[in-house]
T-cell receptor, first 117, second 122 residues
Framework: AQTVTQSQPEMSVQEAETVTLSCTYD???????LFWYKQPPSRQMILVIR??????QNATENRFSVNFQKAAKSFSLKISDSQLGDAAMYFC??????????????FGKGTKLSVKP | GAVVSQHPSWVICKSGTSVKIECRSL??????MFWYRQFPKQSLMLMAT?????????EQGVEKDKFLINHASLTLSTLTVTSAHPEDSSFYIC??????????????????FGPGTRLTVL
């Protein structure tokens, strides 16, 4: 079974500053993916970044990067140069990999990020 | 590419009636579709997984006779909430997954989410 824990219900950041959202997970799977999804007020789920557990290199997508610590089962998201449009609910998620294919997503409870102008 | 639509986006119905929600992958073939439920200010909870042409797999605690799922084609899955009651009011989200090489999408497999359907049962 997999569990995902986000310990920060809410976070706030000043525009143009950097913020880090925390996520820890637990899994018995040998191979898995980790994700960060963004859910703005529209409620459309948007994939922010994805990390394959077998890769040691941290994934990056423009202003978004992760700090993946496999031994510690930690997967934090860093948002640089925060913009007003980054304000949203952020969900950390994991999924097992079976036979090379992604399994079901398991979501954390989410962190609500506010961006102050 | 990789667009998933849901219809309707918002529905209000009377208690005891049935409501059908459609989930379509518009520009790719989805071998698997997922249905989630999200209560206000909470996370997404997986309800069921459906593969095209086979019966859906329901998560523990989800009533399969109440939440009927049909995945008749590689681009369409439907969720029917039967005999809806106020406690079924929620935000329902579908996602669709494809695999590399299938028509329309390249790269690694991933889930693409629909915009959600808000169900209110009076």
């Amino acid at each position: 079974a997999q569990t995902v824990t986000q310990s920060q219900p809410e976070m706030s950041v000043q525009e143009a500053e950097t913020v880090t959202l925390s996520c820890t997970y637990d899994t018995s799977e040998s191979d898995y993916y980790l994700f960060w999804y963004k859910q703005p007020p529209s409620r459309q789920m948007i994939l922010v970044i994805r990390q394959e557990a077998y890769k040691q290199q941290n994934a990056t997508e423009n202003r978004f990067s992760v700090n993946f610590q496999k031994a510690a089962k930690s997967f934090s998201l860093k948002i640089s140069d925060s913009q007003l449009g980054d304000a949203a609910m952020y969900f950390c998620a994991s999924s097992p990999v079976y036979g090379g294919s992604q399994g079901n997503l398991i979501f954390g409870k989410g962190t609500k990020l506010s961006v102050k102008p | 590419g990789a667009v998933v639509s849901q219809h309707p986006s918002w529905v209000i119905c009377k208690s005891g009636t049935s409501v059908k929600i459609e989930c379509r992958s518009l520009d790719f073939q989805a071998t698997t579709m997922f249905w989630y439920r999200q209560f206000p200010k909470q996370s997404l909870m997986l309800m069921a997984t459906s593969n095209e042409g086979s019966k859906a797999t329901y998560e523990q605690g989800v009533e399969k006779d109440k939440f009927l799922i049909n995945h008749a084609s590689l681009t369409l899955s439907t969720l029917t909430v039967t005999s809806a009651h106020p406690e079924d009011s929620s935000f329902y989200i579908c996602s669709a997954r494809t695999f590399p090489g299938l028509a329309g999408i390249g790269g690694t497999d991933t889930q693409y989410f629909g915009p959600g359907t808000r169900l209110t049962v009076l």
